[in-house]
């Protein structure tokens, strides 16, 4: 009996140790990395496995090299890599709709085809290509970095200043490649501007704040200011609005009223109780300039 109950007790620590060795958790040689930016109202992210150079050649002519020239690539290690675009985006002139693409590519000395694959399924099993998962292929020149990059590495690069676009771009090794793109969220913001001066005089601040800061129509961003005072005579104490409204009237041709009207948003920054947050000085500067 106690022989038995010996053995047993042996057979469940050795059972114990084993569960124990299962769970050890090791690194992996090609670290998962993700990379995400808010391109204009589009979140784009990029989730992939980073191979490391280890010595290797990684890019060129032949069999010598990790990723030869003229094959097509995962662009990445294990399932490979893929971006997802929350909104439709722009690519070298072609409509890519929203969603989760894989990146393919096609490595070249001179040109690289880079390739936003449907089928993310299909993850690094490359046998299960079939062109009719193909949403794009566009062909970009790739670049020579100076400094050598050890592990492969995605950036979102190259944000325009207006937000209107920026470049996915891979490098590793000596190379880099850029992909540019294109996002629309003027048509977003008009829409949302269309649906909520409707219900919010606020909105009109936003509206001709939009309008002014992107060099759109400056007499429709004055009526829009003048709806939203017009709305409320509370809303006069709103020094900073005042200034806004002084600057589109300047930009509508209404020096007279802009000036009238900075003159107001000096008043009532001056005597605000709370701080005038450098109103007083964007004030006294926007009418030094009236008179220029």
Do not use: C
Request: charged residues 25%; proline residues 4%.
């Amino acid at each position: 009996m106690k022989k038995s109950f010996l053995a047993i007790l042996i057979i469940s620590m050795l059972l114990g140790a084993n569960d124990a060795w299962t769970q050890i958790t090791l690194p992996s040689p090609s670290p998962a990395g993700k990379v995400y930016s808010k391109v204009g109202l589009t979140d784009v992210e990029i989730t992939y496995s980073r191979p490391k150079m280890k010595e290797r050649k990684i890019f060129g002519e032949g069999d010598d090299y990790l990723v030869p020239f003229g094959k097509m690539w995962r662009t990445g290690a294990n399932a490979g890599t893929t971006i997802t675009f929350s909104d439709d985006v722009i690519i070298s002139g072609d409509t890519v709709p929203a969603g989760e693409y894989m990146i393919l590519t096609i490595p070249g000395a001179n040109e690289w085809t880079i390739v936003f694959y449907k089928n993310v399924s299909m993850g690094g099993n490359m046998d299960n290509y079939k062109d009719e998962d193909v949403q794009l292929k566009v062909n970009v020149a790739p670049g020579k970095l100076t400094e050598t990059v050890q592990v492969l590495t995605f950036i979102i690069a190259d944000i325009h200043p207006e937000n209107t676009g920026a470049a996915i771009e891979l490098a590793w090794e000596n190379t880099s490649v850029k992909v540019p793109f294109e996002v629309d969220f003027d048509s977003k913001v008009m829409a949302a501007i269309e649906a909520n001066t409707k219900v919010n005089p606020r909105s009109y601040v936003t509206a001709a704040n939009y309008y002014f800061n992107t060099g759109k129509d400056s007499k429709q961003a004055l009526k829009w200011i003048e709806m939203y005072f017009a709305a409320d005579d509370s809303y006069r104490s709103q020094f900073w609005n005042l200034h806004l409204m002084a600057q589109i009237q300047n930009a509508a041709g209404d020096t007279n009223g802009a000036k009238t009207t900075a003159e107001e948003s000096l008043e009532r920054a001056s005597k605000a109780e709370g701080g005038d947050f450098g109103y007083i000085k964007r004030n006294e500067e926007f009418l030094a300039s009236l008179k220029k």
